[in-house]
């Protein structure tokens, strides 16, 4: 029997802020699983107003796979033709923010961050061809994108050899939550 946690994402009257990242959690702790892909969605920067400035999706991710680091504010969603078919974002609109193991209610449980976002060409300020909808995308169930590498920092779409990455899985992945 395969569980879906999206249900916390789509009710926000229900589940919001921590508690729902708590609440999602837990759940998903309850199971047998012990490794869990979770897409982080919300309004990107162009969709969030007059300002390009998004809610801090990337600010979330960062923080839960760096927690030594310091925060770092320098996301953006706009980038050149070369950065998005760069290895980083792989024609894709999501970033790849690796794997991570934490230790939750005694039990070790492994967690790989998708970030949903919509990149824009820093030439026009128009989205980059997209298959599919920022809303179809962002909540769809399953992801797949060969030869993804993991992303770092904004400094690292310029020389993407330059950090030692991860690599996205090669084959297509359900997301847990």
Sequence with gaps: HERHYRTSYTR?????????YRRL??????SAKTEFWISVIGLS???NGESFQGPGKSCLCDRFMFPDRPPSFGHTSIISQQDFHGPIVNTDHFLY???TRRTVDGKMVEFNIIE???FLDDVTYSPFNARDPYMKRATATTINSSRKTQYLSPEQLQDPKSQKAQRFASR?????G
């Design 12 to 20: 926000p009257d229900v589940c919001t802020g921590s508690i729902c």
């Design 25 to 30: 959690i837990t759940t998903m702790v309850m």
């Design 45 to 47: 920067g162009r969709e």
């Design 97 to 99: 923010w690796g794997r």
């Design 116 to 118: 949903q976002t919509e």
């Design 172 to 176: 297509k992945l359900h997301i847990d």
